[in-house]
């Protein structure tokens, strides 16, 4: 009896090559593979900074019901800024109310030659007080939501002070909306934010 173990032969199935094709090679049967299609996304029409996203839960008789509240920051780089909230029980619902509200609170504010602010303005939000003030070519020089802010508006050679008693960003973001909306030119046709309560004149009463 032979023992001796025969070789293998080389068989059409021991050829195979598992190897992946490439997009664009020709195939088996002649046809040859479609590259696939690049979907190139439009360019958004103002630059957005996320200010701050949470989840909301409710308790209700059903049980619990989670939303979304989103912040948005929006701006061109030129000058304008906005700011905008909105809440959906979808991330993308609630990102797209923010900015529709932002672009409804978008103003644009009165800038210098060099990008920067004729003076010093300061205003306060809550427990957040801000303060923006030229620095004649020392750059940008801020910190929190209130950079991202200025960012967004294009301000250069500008120092901000954030004086807040709070970590909430989205207060911070609307103590520097309201900051920058002092320096609102006069020919923007923008209505006042809901950010910023409108004051009641006063009646003397003789």
């Given at each position: 009896?032979?023992?001796?173990?025969?070789?293998?032969?080389?068989?059409?199935?021991?050829?195979?090559?598992?190897?992946?094709?490439?997009?664009?090679?020709?195939?088996?049967?002649?046809?040859?593979?479609?590259?696939?299609p690049s979907f190139d996304r439009p360019?958004?029409?103002?630059?957005?900074?996320?200010?701050s996203i949470r989840r909301v839960t409710?308790?209700?008789?059903?049980?619990?019901?989670?939303t979304f509240a989103v912040a948005i920051?929006?701006?061109?780089?030129?000058?304008?800024?906005?700011?905008?909230?909105?809440?959906?029980?979808?991330?993308?619902?609630?990102?797209?109310?923010?900015?529709?509200?932002?672009?409804?609170?978008?103003?644009?504010?009165?800038?210098?030659?060099?990008?920067?602010?004729?003076?010093?303005?300061?205003?306060?939000?809550?427990?957040?007080?801000?303060?923006?003030?030229?620095?004649?070519?020392?750059?940008?020089?801020?910190?929190?939501?209130?950079?991202?802010?200025?960012?967004?508006?294009?301000?250069?050679?500008?120092?901000?002070?954030?004086?807040?008693?709070?970590?909430?960003?989205?207060?911070?973001?609307?103590?520097?909306?309201?900051?920058?909306?002092?320096?609102?030119?006069?020919?923007?046709?923008?209505?006042?934010?809901?950010?910023?309560?409108?004051?009641?004149?006063?009646?003397?009463?003789?």
């Open positions: 009896m032979d023992t001796t173990a025969k070789p293998k032969t080389n068989t059409p199935n021991n050829n195979r090559s598992f190897s992946k094709p490439t997009y664009g090679a020709k195939r088996e049967g002649g046809d040859n593979r479609r590259s696939r360019k958004p029409e103002f630059d957005q900074k996320m200010v409710r308790v209700v008789a059903g049980g619990r019901r989670m920051a929006i701006g061109d780089k030129k000058g304008s800024v906005g700011l905008g909230t909105g809440k959906g029980g979808d991330t993308a619902i609630a990102i797209a109310k923010a900015l529709r509200q932002a672009k409804k609170n978008m103003f644009k504010i009165k800038t210098t030659k060099e990008m920067s602010i004729p003076h010093e303005v300061s205003a306060k939000f809550g427990s957040a007080k801000l303060s923006i003030m030229p620095n004649r070519g020392k750059g940008l020089v801020s910190g929190s939501t209130v950079r991202d802010m200025l960012v967004l508006a294009g301000i250069k050679n500008v120092t901000a002070k954030l004086h807040s008693g709070t970590k909430n960003k989205l207060n911070n973001a609307r103590a520097a909306y309201k900051t920058l909306y002092i320096l609102k030119e006069k020919t923007s046709a923008v209505k006042v934010s809901a950010f910023i309560p409108e004051e009641t004149p006063k009646v003397e009463v003789k």
